[in-house]
């Protein structure tokens, strides 16, 4: 595979053999995945870059843990118990409503748990890029299978993914496919396709929305089965324009000129760059990484390209992203090794700190935007009750984590991406008190 021989290549430019560190381990860990505790730290600080790298990227993107049972129900059965009397309909409100909490509380889960680390992060950011609210979609099997498509291609192919969610029946309905149609053709996925999905604002002319948007009618859905369908009777099949280029297409042909324009492969190197590096990705990195990437799509040899970059590591991008409420809640937890917080409770303190999972308007917060002043308020709240005493059982306190540092452990290199301008007030507090100092450190709260 092409990702291999790049990693190869990448291999043999570097040190061979030389171990990364403590504070290289902290922020692939950080950066690609949700933190880690100790004992993944100190694994990861023995590998070489690019052994750590091949770990993260050759990881598979399904999940370990298994699926609600549920989820297994055809679909078409659960759809018509709302077309049922007011019992029935009331009843089936209230099942949708706590599977649709399951089905949140189990990717939190995946993220919580994940052995592979780098995939998860992929799922979720996926989904922020294919954004559909859970509570949008009127039967949770159908998100259900929306979180599987986004599952089966999160580390695989752009072009893949991007014709299998343009299929996507949950996806379909938020934005009105199945309302688009010759006579009225609803702009609404056009946009959602450029704007969200593939171009961003790179779009050349608003004309070519309105030419897009008559080339996706008849992307619709079956209403027995519930499964993708194109139909003849409400797509447009005269000549279009867009981007340049005529013919009578259809969503399928629509796609690819989404594919093939170079715009396309920018804005998802320019996004994945934001989400791993930094904010300000530089043209010149952009366009070589857009050129490669639009060879085949293929986002393994993309990451990797990414995760090596010599600006990845560099110091002066360490500290420069702000963690999601995610982010802070799984890396402490992650850190403690124990359960500080139920499921539940991890779900919950997410959606106070406004991420709630799938669901909310897109997009929420990102950068800066996270740490306003009510929620910076809230995130210490939070950071200050994992680090009190008492939510520290006593026979907790001798795991590895405690040892590690009493041992001598580098505690802020472990938690901090830059140094502290907080230092303890006495170097000899003890091993928890040191964890509650770092915890409640600014610098905690960046990645």
């Not at 504070?23 to 070489?48: K, P, V, W």
């Not at 050349?204 to 897009?212: A, F, I, K, S």
Request: charged share 25%.
């Amino acid at each position: 595979m092409r990702w291999l021989l790049l990693l190869c290549l990448l291999s043999t430019q570097s040190v061979a053999g030389i171990a990364m560190g403590l504070d290289d381990a902290r922020h692939l860990l950080n950066r690609a995945g949700f933190g880690a505790s100790i004992s993944q730290l100190e694994l990861y600080a023995a590998l070489a870059p690019d052994q750590a790298i091949y770990r993260l990227v050759s990881a598979p993107s399904t999940s370990q843990l298994p699926w609600p049972t549920w989820t297994t129900e055809p679909i078409e059965s659960t759809i018509s118990r709302i077309r049922q009397d007011i019992e029935i309909r009331r009843e089936t409100r209230q099942i949708n409503k706590e599977r649709r909490i399951e089905l949140q509380q189990w990717q939190i889960q995946n993220v919580w748990t994940t052995p592979h680390p780098l995939a998860e992060r992929m799922v979720l950011f996926w989904h922020d890029v294919f954004f559909v609210p859970i509570t949008a979609v009127l039967d949770p099997l159908l998100y259900a299978q929306h979180m599987r498509t986004m599952r089966e291609h999160a580390t695989g192919n752009y072009g893949d993914l991007l014709r299998a969610m343009m299929r996507d029946v949950a996806l379909l309905e938020y934005y009105d496919a199945p309302r688009s149609r010759l006579s009225s053709p609803n702009a609404r996925l056009a946009e959602a396709l450029l704007d969200r999905f593939s171009m961003g604002d790179s779009v050349p002319r608003r004309r070519d929305y309105r030419e897009l948007a008559r080339a996706l009618t008849g992307a619709s859905m079956d209403r027995g089965t519930f499964t993708y369908r194109f139909d003849l009777d409400i797509h447009d099949p005269g000549d279009k324009n867009i981007f340049g280029r005529s013919g009578a297409f259809t969503p399928d042909e629509a796609i690819q000129l989404v594919l093939d324009h170079p715009a396309t492969a920018e804005n998802i190197v320019r996004r994945l760059w934001r989400h791993l590096v930094g904010p300000h990705p530089e043209a010149k990195i952009v366009d070589k990484l857009a050129k490669d990437f639009r060879r085949d799509y293929e986002l393994q040899p993309l990451l990797v390209a990414i995760l090596a970059h010599p600006q990845f590591w560099a110091q002066a991008q360490r500290g420069q992203l702000v963690k999601s409420p995610l982010d802070v809640l799984v890396s402490a937890l992650k850190l403690f090794d124990q359960p500080l917080l139920n499921l539940g409770e991890v779900f919950e303190v997410a959606s106070t700190m406004e991420m709630p999972m799938f669901d909310g308007t897109y997009p929420r917060h990102s950068g800066l935007s996270w740490i306003r002043p009510d929620l910076w308020s809230l995130r210490m709240r939070i950071m200050r009750r994992l680090s009190r005493g008492k939510e520290v059982s006593t026979e907790h306190r001798g795991l590895a984590l405690y040892h590690w540092i009493e041992q001598g452990g580098e505690l802020e290199t472990a938690m901090l991406p830059t140094p502290t301008n907080e230092p303890p007030m006495h170097w000899n507090q003890s091993a928890y008190e040191r964890l509650g100092h770092y915890l409640l450190d600014r610098q905690f709260q960046l990645k």
